[in-house]
């Protein structure tokens, strides 16, 4: 199996990654030292000449993100410009990312120092990203397409991903747009209750209070106000 590969004094660390990049990407890898880079994450390299990946994880970034425009293009072909954005933004999320890279086993893979602040799941997503940057670079765009979503495919159940959204407030901006209504997110009170803050939002529309949302942050009291109001009109 990994005849050629020990013929050119590949180390067995080496012989494990093209095995690996095989098995999950269905190719052969051409220039190796690419995933390496891919892998190797800003921890493992502080004493080192070693490049970590973050270079390729931001071309990564952006290869996917026309990999999921086309492919939500084509498939969604009823869907309008503003939820077409929404369901790439639910593909690429950080929390699909880093879920679909601990699924496909990233971590027994990646280079990186554990320690107790390690999050595990968001080095594997941004792993991922580094390494849809390297197919594109080592096989180009065609081969970065069929790989990442045969991945996405296999892993991940993709109706649930696009369709399922819990960012209420983009809902009712999309209601509001639709409906050519004008909404006003207005903050009616900040506590500070000593180990935490607590927030509380109206949504306003046409004088009337819609939805009310209290939390912990501005962001998570708009959400909860959001889905006040979303319930208010479903």
């Known amino acids: 199996m990994f005849g050629l590969f020990k013929s050119r004094s590949y180390t067995d660390k080496q012989l494990i990654l093209y095995q690996f990049i095989q098995d999950k990407f269905g ?6 030292s690419l995933y390496e880079e891919a892998l190797r994450h800003k921890s493992s390299t502080k004493e080192t000449d070693l490049r970590n990946n973050e270079r390729l994880e931001f071309l990564g970034d952006a290869i996917l993100d026309n990999i999921m425009a086309v ?8 869907a309008s410009e503003g939820v077409l954005t929404q369901m790439k933004s639910r593909m690429v999320s950080r929390k ?3 879920v679909l890279g601990v699924k496909m086993g ?12 390690v999050n595990k799941q968001t080095i594997c ?11 594109y670079l080592d096989k180009g765009f065609k081969q970065a397409e069929k790989s990442t979503i ?6 991940l159940n993709l109706k649930t991903v696009i369709h399922d959204n819990d960012d209420y407030k983009s809902q009712i901006l999309i209601w509001s747009q639709k409906n050519k209504k004008n909404l006003e997110f207005k903050l009616v009170l900040q506590e500070d209750l000593g180990h935490e803050k607590n927030y509380v939002f109206h949504i306003i529309c046409e004088g009337q209070v819609l939805g009310e949302g209290a939390g912990p942050s501005k962001k998570k009291a708009e959400q909860n106000a959001s889905r006040e109001a979303l319930n208010k009109l479903s």
């Open 106 to 117: 990233l971590e027994t893979v990646v280079d990186f120092m554990d320690g107790k602040y």
């Open 125 to 135: 997503g941004n792993a991922l990203e580094a390494l849809v940057g390297a197919i």
């Open 27 to 32: 190719f052969k890898p051409n220039d190796l």
């Open 71 to 78: 492919f939500l293009f084509e498939n969604q072909r009823d």
């Open 96 to 98: 699909t990312l880093g």
């Open 150 to 155: 045969k991945l996405f495919q296999t892993h």
